[in-house]
């Protein structure tokens, strides 16, 4: 069974940062592309960010650039994401999600998903 777990969610003030992970399994891990998205109340999920399978490419949203930065652990099965200098902007549920081959922002593509992860920036 494919598993996507979320983890490090929370409440931070803006500035502040936040790491989140997502713990996989019941896949091979490193054929896999992974993604964050994001859906604030009231607004379409959106992407956040990809990385490859092999960790060298990485994509964006230009909302987050500079911010924040995208990694795996292949050994851990899990991806990390650094949010820094966050902002009331950056309020959402975070969702890590899994696909093969390329990364791509569009969200219907991704084909497991985790449960979501609350993140909450305060002004």
């Known amino acids: 069974e494919v598993q996507l777990v979320e983890s490090g969610g929370g409440l931070v003030q803006a500035g502040g940062s936040l790491r989140l992970s997502c713990a996989a399994s019941?896949?091979?891990?490193?054929?896999?592309?992974i993604g964050w998205f994001r859906q604030a109340p009231g607004k379409e999920r959106e992407g956040v960010s990809c990385i490859s399978t092999s960790g060298l490419g990485i994509n964006y949203a230009d909302s987050v650039k500079g911010r924040f930065t995208i990694s795996r652990d292949d050994a851990k099965n899990t991806i990390y994401l650094q949010m820094n200098s966050l902002s009331p902007e950056d309020t959402a549920v975070y969702y890590c999600a899994a696909k093969r081959y390329s990364c791509t922002g569009l969200a219907l593509l991704y084909t497991s998903w985790g449960q979501g992860i609350q993140v909450t920036v305060s002004s």
């Open positions: 019941g896949f091979t891990f490193d054929e896999y592309v």
